[in-house]
């Protein structure tokens, strides 16, 4: 774990007086993005940073609370702040919270997944390399034996779109992939415990593989939406079981 020192700050600028929470929120995430700023690096102090930036301490306060909020930073009691590890679970907790709380969200979500989830078929289908074929077919052997184990199953599951994902070779796509299905799975912890319902996704899978066998893109975009779209409606169906 890094300690980041003021210096390492140098080359920043003052924020000019208007809007200035959201300009230094704007500027820390600029330096994660960029990589001056690492998962584990300790922020200077509070001293420190409003000095580099000059502003005050409470417009200081108001920014990183915003991004702990948002998951980037952890503020520890008596142990400073530091860049958490930046993973998808951790930075979408908050809006995976608000969708939770917003079930009518869940059709926008797999609206959203469909697409996605579609393309990196296809593109599966167009670029995966024959040999990673067997990890596939495997994975879906491992889906099987997981039946009357949810919490595996999903486990297994989320690693066979990871897998997708990878094959596509599209970073981009393959990250939204993977936030999505993070929210994704805020819904589908009811829904997967049925028996029924992951029988389901397994057939639903093993299509996918088989276009994708095929070298079919557009029949593995087809099988990616049908599946995405069962998926969308044990969910549903879920949710509406469940007390208001």
């Known amino acids: ?54 502003i005050s301490r409470p417009t200081l306060r108001e920014a990183l609370r915003a991004l702990a909020v948002l998951g980037v930073l952890e503020v520890r009691h008596g142990g400073g702040v530091f860049v958490s590890q930046l993973q998808a679970s951790d930075l979408l907790a908050p809006l995976a919270f608000f969708l939770t709380l917003r079930g009518t969200e869940v059709g926008k979500l797999y609206e959203a997944r469909r697409l996605i989830e579609g393309e990196i078929a296809a593109l599966a289908a ?14 879906i052997v491992a889906q099987e034996t997981a039946k009357d184990d ?49 029988t389901t996704s397994i057939e639903d899978h093993r299509a996918i593989v088989a276009a994708i066998k095929g070298r079919d893109p557009a029949a593995a975009r087809a099988a990616m939406i049908l599946h995405m779209n069962h998926v969308l409606t044990s969910t549903q169906a879920s949710l509406k079981s469940q007390p208001q």
Do not use: C, W
């Open 126 to 139: 167009e670029r995966g390399d024959p040999v990673t074929l067997p990890e596939l077919e495997a994975s």
């Open 150 to 198: 949810p919490e595996r199953y999903r486990e297994i599951d989320t690693a066979f779109h990871r897998r997708l994902a990878e094959l596509a070779d599209n970073d981009f796509l393959a990250r939204a992939a993977q936030s999505l299905n993070v929210l994704g799975l805020e819904f589908r912890k009811i829904a997967s415990e049925t028996p029924d319902v992951i």
């Open 1 to 54: 774990m890094a300690r980041l020192v003021a210096s390492d700050l140098s080359g920043q600028m003052p924020l000019k007086r208007t809007g200035l929470t959201d300009l230094l929120v704007a500027r820390i995430l600029g330096l994660v993005t960029t990589g001056n700023l690492k998962a584990g690096d300790q922020l200077p102090s509070e001293r420190k940073l409003a000095e580099t930036f000059e």
